[in-house]
């Protein structure tokens, strides 16, 4: 009985990208989970189109605008996979990369240099990697950049709150 590399090969393939395409979808869940809900720990309640409709409608016009072009830059990247199968997906992927990492550092500028060179890199070793495209670095970096500025809001408020209270007295 002789192997058939080629179909272990894409049998292979196909695992990986479904693992990478579980695992993500996974991260993005939980992350936007937390963002609806208001950052809670417990984000076992159900997200309801109505909560995802007055998320959005919380955010600003310029944080609207930069989780579309995230959305946008994260499809242009997956979809070679998806379009292209085999060796043509995978160079276009290494000619997207420096640019799909160019495009995140541009886009989380005001972040810390740290912050958006992980992302960068992080983006740019997705896209050089095989079968691993799928996943939504530019969408993943959005929502942990909204949910610190909430967090950071919200840190903020009870100091205020604290301060308040203690001047009372």
Not at 18 to 24: F, H, L
Not at 76 to 92: M, Q, T
């Amino acid at each position: 009985m002789a192997l058939d590399m080629d179909s272990l090969r894409q049998s292979a393939r196909t695992g990986i990208e479904i693992s990478a395409a579980a695992g993500s979808a996974l991260a993005v869940t939980t992350i936007f989970a937390r963002s609806v809900t208001g950052n809670q720990t417990d984000v076992k309640q159900a997200v309801t189109l109505e909560a995802v409709a007055m998320w959005f409608q919380s955010l600003s016009a310029d944080q609207q605008k930069k989780l579309f072009w995230c959305l946008f830059l994260d499809i242009v990247g997956g979809s070679p996979e998806i379009l292209f199968p085999g060796p043509v997906g995978e160079v276009f992927d290494g000619v997207w990369a420096p640019v799909y990492a160019f495009l995140l550092f541009q886009t989380f500028g005001a972040r810390s240099l740290v912050y958006k060179t992980v992302l960068a890199v992080s983006g740019f070793f997705e896209e050089v990697l095989p079968f691993v495209s799928i996943v939504p670095s530019a969408t993943i970096g959005f929502l942990l950049e909204i949910n610190a500025e909430n967090a950071a809001s919200s840190v903020s408020n009870a100091f205020t709150q604290q301060n308040q209270n203690a001047e009372k007295k």
